[in-house]
């Protein structure tokens, strides 16, 4: 049995069959140094590829790795709720299960924090997705984030632009 985790990676998955064994290797290769107890909540938003059949494969090989799997299709804001609703880290990591955020920036935003921000948070420089099927849905887990950790813009510290 792991130890409590210090740090949750919650991750939204729809459809990332083939880019979920590489981001859990990255995110283990960037965590693993830091000595620190983490865990990584995947949560499924009703994949209709492998992505659920990898997952538990991931979690059978690695007891760091919890899955959700939820019930209905209800899009990435409501798959990060319910990672936040299982996580058990006392800090929160979101990353995209698509590869499209790097992992190695991790132990920044962490640095960040211990530096005495309260919330830390990275954008990418040149994004190249569409409005109404990436960006609208980032927007909108932006401010889930902001209504569950309580706390406003003016604390929060962007460390890193990719």
């Not at 899009?75 to 709720?81: D, F, H, I, S």
Request: glycine share 6%; hydrophobic share 45%; net charge negative.
């Amino acid at each position: 049995m792991p130890l409590d985790p210090h740090i949750t990676v919650v991750v939204p998955v729809f459809n990332e069959e083939e880019s979920l064994p590489t981001l859990q290797d990255e995110i283990t290769r960037s965590l693993s140094p830091l000595g620190k107890p983490f865990e990584v909540v995947y949560v499924d938003d009703r994949s209709s590829d492998r992505s659920l059949a990898v997952l538990r494969e991931l979690q059978r090989a690695d007891d760091r790795i919890r899955v959700i799997g939820l019930r209905a299709r209800a899009g990435q804001t409501a798959a990060m709720a319910a990672g936040f609703d299982h996580a058990r880290g006392e800090v929160v990591v979101t990353l995209d299960g698509d590869l499209q955020n790097d992992p190695a920036d991790i132990p920044l935003l962490l640095d960040a924090l211990e530096a005495g921000a309260d919330v830390v948070a990275g954008w990418r420089r040149d994004r190249q997705d569409g409005f109404i099927l990436r960006r609208l849905p980032s927007l909108m887990a932006n401010h889930l984030i902001a209504l569950v950790s309580g706390v406003g813009a003016d604390k929060i510290m962007i460390v890193t632009q990719y």
